[in-house]
C-alpha cells in the first residue's frame, strides 16, 4: 500500500504598488518583472519586450482592477 507524501503550500507577499494608479503600477511591475528570479526569459529577449509592451500596456488595464479592492488604508496586502 503506498503512502501519500505531504503536501505543503507556501504564500509570499512579493510586494505591492504605492498606489492603485497607472504610474505607480508602472513602477513596481517594472521592478518585480525585472528580476532575473521572477522571470527566466533570456534578458535580450524580455527586457524589450517588458519596457516595450508590457509596461506600456498592463498598468493602465490594472489600474482600475487595484483601485477597486484599495481602501483609504491602502492596499489589503
Not at 521592478?31 to 500596456?57: K, Y
Not at 482592477?65 to 489589503?76: E, L, N, Q, T
Request: hydrophobic residues 45%; contains cysteine.
Amino acid at each position: 500500500m503506498a503512502t501519500e507524501k505531504p503536501i505543503g503550500l507556501l504564500l509570499c507577499n512579493l510586494g505591492t504598488p504605492d498606489a492603485p494608479t497607472p504610474a505607480a503600477l508602472r513602477r513596481y511591475l517594472a521592478q518585480f518583472l525585472s528580476d532575473p528570479r521572477v522571470v527566466e526569459i533570456p534578458r535580450l529577449f524580455w527586457l524589450p519586450l517588458l519596457h516595450g509592451v508590457i509596461l506600456r500596456v498592463r498598468p493602465r488595464r490594472s489600474a482600475a482592477k487595484y483601485a477597486s479592492v484599495w481602501s483609504d488604508a491602502g492596499s489589503p496586502l
